[in-house]
């Protein structure tokens, strides 16, 4: 051998042998998680068993395929055989895989049958899918005690999305409220969607379904270790499908009933707050960081939009225009477009803020102060 191709096959099988450390195998990791919950595992170990029963048909037909080839090749003087029809090779043919199916049919009926089975769960929780951002609504057993209720938004700064600053590990995986749930509790959790299809996927759960507008699909986990559970969704459901990520907290049972008291007495105080009147310092500085959590995607930075799907908010006609008019639009948005309605997922004292904001910025300054009590009008009278 050559000098020269000696070291280039040196510096190949070097090469090779960086790609195959352990931190890169760890990298190039192509399997799906085991996860954290006894059904993902069950699902592993089913995906494991159905794929080495497909390696093992696939080395026994195409290793009769390649030996036929070689064996029967013109060169060695095979004579093709002249016949056209066997009834014993079709039966064969036919049973073996039929047998095959079975088998694999029963431990895969087995997992899906405990998968679907969302029945004496200990904590319901209601996941509504918006355009781009998650609700997560806890149900009560006494219709007395403060609502639980609140939207999960990706929380990855424009910083990183544009390039400014370096991307974090977590990057699009980060949300300003994760969802809370207690370990070692059946949780059930009933999907739908308030405008188009999306789906809540979270890898270590094994769990994956589709949220539909007008329907209510439902799927349970127990997860047994505490911890932090990144997923996505998995539907595509507009521009910024890839920017409305799942993150769920699973903690101990005291750490989640303490989580959990703090949660009403925060939608206690927010109820409270609806009637309340606020600054006008107040209301920007809040409504400043609404916009750039919830608009800026949309409507950009400087309030200039993007045209024609998403209008300027500087000195547009309809937020310098009649108050009443810009608060209805941000409380039901536009039927058939991007512009969601806000109704819901902010609560008065936001809404108020939100408009009191774009009415006096991007160089528009109609001096006016929005009110909770407003905003409850415009909503009470919806009712």
Known sequence: MLPKAKLWLALTIAALTSMLSTSLQAAWDLNMPQGVTQISRETYDLHMQILWWCVAIGVVVFGVMLWSIINHRKSKGAVPATFHESTKVEIVWTVIPFIILILMAIPATRVLTEAYDASESELDIQITGYQWRWEYRYLRDDMNEEEVSFFSNMSTSREEINNQLP?????????????????????????????????WWVPDFAVKKDAIPGFINEMWTIVEEPGVYRGQCA???????????????????????????????????ARAAANNTIT??????????????????????????????????????????DLTDNIDLILNGVPGTAMAAYNRMLSPVELAS??????????????????????????????
């Open 167 to 199: 991307k974090q590990e977590t990057y699009l995986l980060d949300v300003d409220n994760p969802l809370v749930i207690p370990i070692n509790k059946k949780v059930r959790f009933l999907l739908t969607s308030n405008d188009v299809i999306h789906a």
């Open 235 to 269: 539907e595509l459901c507009g521009i910024d499908h890839g920017f409305m990520p799942i993150v769920v907290h699973a903690l101990p049972q005291d750490e989640y009933d303490a989580w959990y008291a703090g949660q009403q007495e925060q939608a206690a105080a």
């Open 280 to 321: 006008m310092d107040d209301a920007l500085a809040q409504g400043e960081e609404i916009y750039n959590r919830t608009c800026v995607a949309c409507h950009q930075a400087g309030g200039t939009g993007l045209a024609p799907a998403f209008p300027a908010l500087a000195g547009s006609s309809v937020v310098t225009g």
């Open 354 to 383: 939100i408009v009191t904001y774009i009415r006096n910025s991007f160089g528009n300054s109609t001096g006016d102060l929005v009110q909770p009590a407003d905003v409850n009008a415009l909503l009470q009278e919806a009712q």
